[in-house]
């Protein structure tokens, strides 16, 4: 059996809290009064030196909301009970809103939510077998960043299903800290 339970994994298999976690990452719907100055061909989808801050957005949606939202260390949350977002939160995006793009001053939050990440403690994929739990196969730790690699995932999760080799099997396999990422960079 396979279990890809994303943010619910750690509900699911609690013995995995050590090495994956739920976190949540705050989501807002600014509702600007003039719209039709964020279409795409003035405001496209962007990225504010994401790598550091987090922070990203997109052009105005089709119920005239701007959707901002910020990639980071997220807030421990479980899935089941908390989905509500913290509301010091709003200090944090109006702040950068208004920082940002000054114009969008005094925009009101039409809305706000969190989505779910299932972080893994080193930001890889885990992928394999739980130990000690015959045929049972884990795979999970998308870390904010299993959509783009859905195209790959199927085929990676049925080679360890089936036993296959490939060549990042050592960084998503079962681990503790320090380990995978090390051991791969090794092999190469
Ligand atoms: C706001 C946000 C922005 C993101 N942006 C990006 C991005 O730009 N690029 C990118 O690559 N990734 C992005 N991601 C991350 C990406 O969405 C996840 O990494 C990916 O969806 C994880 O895939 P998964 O299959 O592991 O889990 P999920 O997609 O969460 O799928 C898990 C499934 O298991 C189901 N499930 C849970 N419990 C049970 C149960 N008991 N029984 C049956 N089914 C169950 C759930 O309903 C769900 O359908 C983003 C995520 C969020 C929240």
């Known amino acids: 059996m396979i279990v890809a339970a994303g943010a619910w994994t750690p509900t699911l298999l609690p013995w995995m809290r050590d090495a994956v976690k739920c976190v949540g990452q705050p989501v807002y719907y600014?509702?600007?009064?003039?719209?039709?100055?964020?279409?795409?061909?003035?405001?496209?989808?962007?990225?504010?030196?994401?790598?550091?801050?987090?922070?990203?957005?997109?052009?105005?949606?089709?119920?005239?909301?701007?959707?901002?939202?910020?990639?980071?260390?997220?807030?421990?949350?479980?899935?089941?009970?908390?989905?509500?977002?913290?509301?010091?939160?709003?200090?944090?995006?109006?702040?950068?809103?208004?920082?940002?793009?000054?114009?969008?001053?005094?925009?009101?939050?039409?809305?706000?939510?969190?989505?779910?990440?299932?972080?893994?403690?080193?930001?890889?994929?885990?992928?394999?077998?739980?130990?000690?739990?015959e045929g049972l196969l884990v795979a999970t730790g998308g870390s904010g960043h299993g959509f783009k690699f859905a195209p790959m995932m199927g085929s990676l999760i049925a080679d360890r299903f089936e036993g296959k080799a490939n060549e990042w099997e050592s960084r998503f396999r079962w681990r503790g800290i320090g380990e995978g990422r090390a051991e791969a960079a090794r092999k190469k």
């Open 30 to 133: 600014f509702q600007p009064d003039n719209p039709e100055l964020y279409l795409p061909d003035r405001f496209p989808p962007w990225a504010a030196d994401i790598a550091n801050t987090g922070w990203y957005g997109f052009p105005v949606q089709p119920d005239g909301t701007l959707k901002i939202a910020n990639h980071g260390a997220g807030i421990p949350v479980d899935p089941k009970n908390d989905t509500a977002v913290p509301a010091e939160t709003d200090e944090l995006f109006v702040g950068f809103l208004e920082k940002t793009f000054p114009q969008l001053t005094g925009t009101r939050i039409k809305s706000r939510r969190l989505c779910f990440y299932c972080d893994s403690f080193d930001g890889d994929f885990w992928i394999d077998w739980v130990p000690d739990f």
